[in-house]
């Protein structure tokens, strides 16, 4: 492990977080689960994707 990490471990030891701060990272990791759920267990429309495999006209 890296020092840098141990020191900035000890600093949010002595001043954690505020409880916003907390409650926004886990909103955020909350969007990335749902996100995933829905991709993973209901499947992507090919309306998101980039590069979508119909196309409905022809150049």
């Known amino acids: 492990m ?3 990490w141990l020191f ?3 600093r949010w030891a ?6 916003g701060r907390v409650k926004l990272v886990f909103a ?3 969007v ?3 996100i995933f759920g ?3 267990f209901v499947g992507w429309p090919e ?4 590069d ?3 196309h409905k006209w022809k150049p």
Do not use: D, H, Q, W
Request: charged share 20%; net charge positive.
């Open 2 to 4: 890296n020092p840098r």
């Open 8 to 10: 900035r471990m000890a």
């Open 14 to 19: 002595r001043n954690p977080p505020s409880e």
């Open 28 to 30: 955020i990791i909350g």
């Open 32 to 34: 990335c689960l749902l």
């Open 38 to 40: 829905i991709e993973y």
């Open 47 to 50: 309306l998101f994707s980039v």
């Open 52 to 54: 979508p495999k119909i």
